[in-house]
């Protein structure tokens, strides 16, 4: 028996789980949410380990132990979830947030990437922001992870969301041009929207026409 199972028998786990605490979730997996809030990898690896549900939901926010570890930005934790609970890795808490936006939220888009080759629709779910993955990834600049992205989903790029980012927050003609041409997309689509944000589409379409030759 591990020490944290030990502790639990002692009652030392007594009054602490608080929120996390769900009626429908045993003992094991209370602990092991509980653990996962506190950001602690390996304890709550020890309760799965003993056949705590995977899919057992805390009682704050309905998260599971994947999409909290994503919140705290736990890289080993969710990268070895992968690998062990590719099941577990879809589900989405009370407010839409899920493992794949957490990670783009942080900008691990590596890990994004193994997430949308797994299953590319994970790159369609809004979170609570009412953001995509892609476009937290965008807000990063991250423009290398979308073009990746891109080559892995048609999905990507088919929203003007990204596009816009670029736009508003960026103004980077190239880097506007460089997501045009990937989403097979035409100045001319954005002309107003560049105009809005003081982005001048000619300078935009003669990158892009230089991109094409």
Not at 20 to 29: F, G, K, L, P, R
Not at 44 to 61: M, N, P, Q, S, Y
Not at 127 to 149: T, Y
Not at 163 to 171: E, G, L, T, V, Y
Request: net charge negative; with cysteine.
């Amino acid at each position: 028996m591990s020490l944290t199972i030990r502790a639990f028998s002692l009652g030392l786990y007594s009054g602490v789980l608080g929120e996390v605490e769900a009626t429908n979730n045993s003992a094991m997996e209370n602990l092991m949410l509980f653990e996962a809030r506190k950001n602690r990898w390996l304890s709550a690896k020890g309760f799965l380990v003993c056949g705590a549900d995977i899919l057992a939901r805390d009682g704050e926010d309905g998260a599971t132990a994947p999409i909290i570890f994503a919140s705290h930005n736990n890289a080993d934790a969710v990268s070895e979830l992968i690998d062990s609970y590719p099941h577990a890795l879809k589900c989405r808490d009370a407010f839409g947030n899920s493992v794949t936006s957490w990670m783009a939220y942080h900008n691990n888009a590596d890990l994004v990437i193994k997430l949308a080759r797994m299953d590319e629709n994970v790159l369609l779910c809004q979170d609570e922001s009412n953001c995509l993955p892609i476009e937290h990834l965008m807000n990063h600049g991250n423009v290398a992870a979308v073009k990746e992205l891109a080559s892995i989903s048609k999905l990507v790029l088919g929203n003007n969301a990204v596009i816009k980012i670029a736009i508003r927050k960026f103004r980077d003609p190239n880097m506007i041009a460089e997501l045009l041409v990937a989403g097979f997309r035409e100045p001319d689509d954005f002309a107003e929207f560049m105009a809005a944000h003081r982005v001048k589409k000619q300078e935009v379409y003669d990158i892009v026409m230089s991109m094409s030759q």
